[in-house]
């Protein structure tokens, strides 16, 4: 999935600014034969945006060899939900930071054992 949106072409690209264009003009007039013909339109675009956006992601798919994770990440990819690695958090323990999870493990253990015992739990 090297290149960015190459399904969207210049026309719909087009048919998008007038989109909103068409928006803005029913956001600051009140005229329900305006509203009827933004509601047809943007029914319309949805229909021409599907059809070229489901060839171009069938193509990843049909070229890739894992096509369960070449889908997800498609889906990921239109969604904006791209999960990045992760680092584990650190502890601070008495100002220090604790790396090592056992000493992560250590830490907590301790934590609950002196507060179970004030509360006499």
């Known amino acids: 999935m090297k290149g960015k949106n190459n399904w969207i072409t210049q026309e719909i690209k087009i048919s998008w600014k007038h989109k909103r264009s068409l928006y803005t ?3 600051n007039n009140n005229k329900p034969k ?8 943007c029914k319309i675009l949805r229909n021409l945006t ?4 489901k060839q171009h992601y069938g193509r990843f ?8 994770k ?8 239109e969604t904006r939900k791209v999960h990045s690695v992760e680092q584990l958090p650190t502890l601070l323990v008495n100002d220090e ?3 090592d999870p056992s000493n992560d493990a250590n830490a907590f253990n301790n934590f609950f054992i002196t507060t179970a015992g004030k509360y006499n739990i």
């Open 34 to 41: 305006a509203k009827a013909h933004y509601i047809k339109y």
């Open 97 to 99: 930071k604790l790396k």
């Open 25 to 27: 003009f029913n956001v």
């Open 61 to 68: 798919t049909a070229k890739s060899n894992h096509t369960t």
């Open 70 to 77: 070449t889908t997800w990440s498609s889906i990921q990819k």
């Open 50 to 53: 599907i059809k070229p956006k």
